[in-house]
């Protein structure tokens, strides 16, 4: 296994998938805290009168978070596409047969 300075230098695999697993779990956790923040901001409207709006957010806030997290998927899956694609290049570049020699 090699140690994460040698996978730093080295070129010899890419550093971009860690990467974008590493922000997608990152903004999974900012997403929930703002989901919970708003859940808290709507009991707090419904105790201090204004229960339309905080059953609004109680309501709206999970509806939304959930959205919000299929969307943060995707785009964290279009990056990684970019990563994918470039590693089977490389497969199919690794396959083919050697023409220079002819």
């Given at each position: 296994?090699?140690?994460?300075?040698?996978?730093?230098?080295?070129?010899?695999?890419?550093?971009?998938?860690?990467?974008?697993?590493?922000?997608?779990?990152?903004?999974?956790?900012?997403?929930?805290?703002?989901?919970?923040?708003?859940?808290?901001?709507?009991?707090?409207?419904?105790?201090?009168?204004?229960?339309g709006?905080?059953?609004?957010?109680?309501?709206?806030?999970?509806?939304?978070?959930?959205?919000?997290?299929?969307?943060?998927?995707?785009?964290?899956?279009?990056?990684?596409?970019?990563?994918?694609?470039?590693?089977?290049?490389?497969?199919?570049?690794?396959?083919?047969?050697?023409?220079?020699?002819f």
């Amino acid at each position: 296994m090699q140690s994460i300075l040698q996978r730093f230098i080295g070129f010899d695999r890419l550093l971009g998938p860690t990467l974008v697993r590493l922000v997608y779990y990152v903004g999974l956790v900012g997403l929930a805290f703002f989901v919970g923040m708003t859940m808290f901001v709507g009991l707090m409207s419904i105790f201090t009168g204004n229960i339309g709006q905080g059953a609004m957010q109680l309501i709206a806030a999970p509806a939304i978070g959930a959205v919000a997290i299929v969307y943060w998927r995707f785009l964290c899956e279009l990056f990684m596409l970019a990563f994918l694609a470039y590693e089977r290049m490389g497969e199919i570049r690794d396959r083919l047969p050697d023409y220079s020699k002819f």
